[in-house]
């Protein structure tokens, strides 16, 4: 059987985690810590012989597009009708505080 938490160790994580807890705080933080060790321990003494471990309770499923090869655009086209286009590129303004 382990022994029950106490309010040092919840101030002992907090100065390692360099948490500023009040006494109010620690006295909170002991008793909310403690009742998640205790489910915890709740949840440990369960029989779960023959579970499967388990990523998630859901079974995925990847909806994205098959990946097929389909003809691209062709850049002239693409550049004609662009706003501006220099050396067979998109113009766009300079960056603010760029040097010229």
């Known amino acids: 059987m382990s022994k029950p938490l106490r309010r040092e160790d919840v101030a002992h994580v907090a100065k390692l985690a360099r948490?500023?807890?009040?006494?109010?705080?620690?006295?909170?933080?002991?008793?909310?810590?403690?009742?998640?060790?205790?489910?915890?321990?709740?949840?440990e003494s369960l029989d779960l012989e023959g579970v499967l471990p388990t990523a998630h309770p859901f079974g995925l499923v990847n909806v994205v597009r098959s990946d097929t090869v389909t003809a691209s655009?062709?850049?002239?086209a693409v550049l004609r009708s662009a706003p501006d286009?220099?050396?067979g590129?998109?113009?766009?303004?300079?960056?603010?505080?760029?040097?010229?």
């Open 89 to 100: 590129r998109f113009a766009v303004p300079r960056i603010v505080g760029e040097a010229p």
């Open 73 to 76: 655009l062709q850049r002239d």
């Open 19 to 43: 948490l500023h807890l009040d006494e109010t705080e620690l006295d909170e933080f002991t008793k909310q810590l403690g009742d998640v060790l205790e489910h915890a321990k709740d949840i």
């Open 85 to 87: 286009a220099e050396n």
